[in-house]
């Protein structure tokens, strides 16, 4: 009786260590996935970083920032535009300091040209004209042309000298011939409706 009475204790010990094993390898297998949870999390935030931080536009790709050069490459004040197809931009010299516009009407999205002999920018598509500084003159486009937000840098330190104001007004030149143009053809400045 005494015998029988001691056996069932270690039965019973038996199952409880058992148990608790089971309940260990609970636990432990819980942790681990959590663990693996929070690498995959760790990873997706790690690639979301490394797709959104990364420039999406090349430098002197269209939507990125284009590097004109220097104040001394810039044609003669007031003479026929720049054109710099590859980051749709005509380039325009003026009296009053330098311009990129955009090279795309703001009527129904054409290519309007240059032209020479009536110096002033036409579009094929239903004939609105644009003054050489971007100005709207006739035709059915709402308003003057689009301007892309223009620097420029001193070519030692990088400082801006002088940049777009929210109008897209032209740029007056420093007095350093070495400064440095840059165009970000990412961010555009809206034409003044005429309307
Ligand atoms: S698209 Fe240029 S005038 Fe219509």
């Known amino acids: 009786m005494v ?7 270690d039965n019973k010990q038996e199952e409880a260590g058992e148990e608790e094993k089971t309940q260990l390898n609970r636990r432990e ?44 490459d810039l044609p003669e004040k007031a003479t026929s535009p720049e054109n710099f197809p590859k980051v ?20 129904l999205g054409c290519l309007y040209g240059w032209n020479d002999q009536e110096f002033k920018f036409i579009c094929p598509c239903h004939g609105s004209q644009y003054e050489y500084d971007g100005d ?21 330190t990088g400082q801006v000298l002088a940049e777009s104001d929210d109008q897209g007004s032209p740029v007056p030149l420093p007095d350093n011939p070495n400064a ?10 809206q034409g003044k409706n005429h309307e």
């Open 3 to 9: 015998e029988a009475t001691a056996a069932k204790k």
């Open 29 to 72: 297998f819980l942790n681990l996935a959590w663990l693996a949870s929070l690498g995959v999390l760790v990873a997706n935030v790690g690639g979301a970083v490394v797709i959104f931080g990364y420039p999406r536009f090349k430098e002197g790709e269209f939507g990125g920032i284009f590097t004109f050069g220097s104040i001394a």
């Open 88 to 107: 749709k931009l005509w380039l325009v010299n003026t009296d009053e300091g330098v311009q990129a516009l955009y090279k795309v009407c703001p009527h």
């Open 136 to 156: 709207y003159i006739s035709g059915p486009a709402p308003r003057s042309l689009d301007k892309f937000v223009l620097r420029i840098e001193d070519p030692d």
């Open 180 to 189: 440095v143009i840059r165009i970000d053809t990412g961010k555009r400045i």
